[in-house]
């Protein structure tokens, strides 16, 4: 019998937690979708940071940052150079 209530208690106990994590993604989910909602806002005033966010590059332009070879141990050649 004790076996019983204690496996039930158990059970109380995941449950709630279970919910609770379920309630915490949903409010991330939602948070989410409104810094995207946001951020694509944001995009569409400013060119400025069109790279940051993502934006294609049309043909001739250029992205203004030159990146060091993947495996370089060099720390100074790892660092971006902007032009």
């Known amino acids: ?4 209530a204690s496996l039930q208690r158990q059970l109380t106990e995941l449950v709630s937690k279970f ?3 379920e309630l915490e993604i949903t409010s991330l ?3 989410i979708k409104l810094l995207k909602d946001k951020d694509g806002g944001v995009a569409e005033q400013s060119g ?3 790279l940051i966010k993502g ?3 049309e043909s001739g332009e250029e992205t ?3 990146r060091t070879e993947k495996g ?3 720390t100074e050649e790892m660092v971006n150079v902007l032009t």
């Open 1 to 4: 019998l004790a076996l019983c």
């Open 19 to 21: 919910e609770a994590q």
């Open 29 to 31: 989910e939602a948070r």
């Open 48 to 50: 400025d940071d069109a």
């Open 55 to 57: 934006r294609i590059l």
């Open 64 to 66: 203004g940052a030159k």
């Open 72 to 74: 370089s141990d060099d």
